[in-house]
């Protein structure tokens, strides 16, 4: 089971400003302050989706839980979010998806950026070095907040990051559009913007850990006798969302709070402009360069899916109202990654990525033959990089007995996988 998050705090969906309840959890090793004589931790982290809300499905999901701690074992960040109409997120459950589709791109987005600027503690006093490696591949994408210099992550400054999901999760999370496509939503974006807000929030949390980690480690090591505000020993340090551009720039002002308590008073907010969800590139290049947050290049992501319980036709349309919910609407339109191809339809997103999919034989709300079908299929496309596992007895909510274990195990095998093809290696 999951212990206490890192952060709780929320954000704003780009898709119209409705606010998301999100968490974060750290893996022990971040905490460790190097003085175990380990090996540096590198930029990984893992979204993990939950099922559809009005049937129960919340952040808490114990299936969400379950896979969420098989890789957090493995040395990666974890971030979970409630989609819109959920837990304590604001608004309600859409009939077309395609508003939790931003929700999940929302998220995405803040997540690489607060991945991107972490600096946990150096394991020993060493020079600063540049966070991007030599000859290492770089998304043309903008981020919108400055680079950090990290000396803790030299060996390869970009993120191994996987997008996965649970059941209805699994769903929005195989229709997202590329990764490049997702950061190009957060480049050259303006304050008072939802995506504004959300890079200014991830480098404001991010800073927040890293001052408060280093001090947490100097004083581990016996250069400090007090640390105020510092992690101690297995408590986290807990932050809640807040308006992060400053007065006057259009957006409105939530109290920070710090305790579990302010989440649900900051979440009462009581007024917010609603804005539209579309803006074209030429309403952009018109906004006055003074209130655009400054541009700096962030390394693409090694992105990889996972897909728990995946809802195949009838019961994905249903979800959806027989709506298309595609990573190439028109609004996630971007330009192919250089030497690379379009993701332009979900499944040659999902075969030319590292993708898992784990699934029953007995679920409930799809066949075995047409779940072993489509895995079937899709591993079978010339180059296809997708593999699945069936699990005997296992139904949609893993209730059986042993089944979970499977899963688990499946799912633990697969990221020890892309951890030694990217040579990072086991640092959990």
Known sequence: MLSSPTTVFTIPSIHDDITLDCRIYHPLKLSSCGITGETQWQRKGAIIAHPYAPLGGCLDDPIVDAVAVEILKQGFVIGTFNFRGAGVSKGRTSWTGKPELNDYISFTGFFIHYIHNMQPPTPRSSPKTSRTTPGAASSPIQSSYPISVNPFDTVNAGITLILGGYSYGSLIAAHLPTTDAILSRFANTAKGTAAGEIVLRAAHLSQQWNKEAQQNCE??????????????????????????????????????????????????????????????????????????????????????????????????????????????????????????????????????????????????????????????????MPESRFQFKEIGGAGHFWHEDSVEEQMRSSVRGWVQDILHSNGSGYSG
């Open 219 to 380: 004083a581990r090591r016996g250069r400090s006798l007090k640390v105020q505000g510092a992690l101690r020993g297995s408590s986290h340090s807990i932050a809640m969302g807040g308006e992060e551009c400053e007065q006057g720039s259009g957006r409105v002002s939530r109290d920070s709070r710090r305790s579990l308590d302010g989440l649900r008073r900051s979440l009462d907010v009581s007024r917010r402009k609603r804005r539209s969800r579309n803006h074209s590139s030429e309403e952009e290049s018109e906004l006055p360069k003074d209130v655009r947050l400054p541009s700096v290049e962030i390394p693409l992501p090694q992105t990889s899916y996972l897909l728990i319980s995946p809802l195949l036709p009838p019961i994905s349309k249903f979800a959806t109202m027989f709506s298309k919910v595609d990573s190439n609407d028109s609004e996630n339109k971007s330009p192919p990654p250089k030497g690379g191809r379009r993701g332009g339809s979900t499944e040659s997103k999902i075969i030319s990525h590292t993708t898992l999919a784990v699934y029953g034989d007995r679920d409930f709300f799809t066949s075995q033959r047409k779940l072993r079908a489509w895995a079937e299929h899709l591993a079978g």
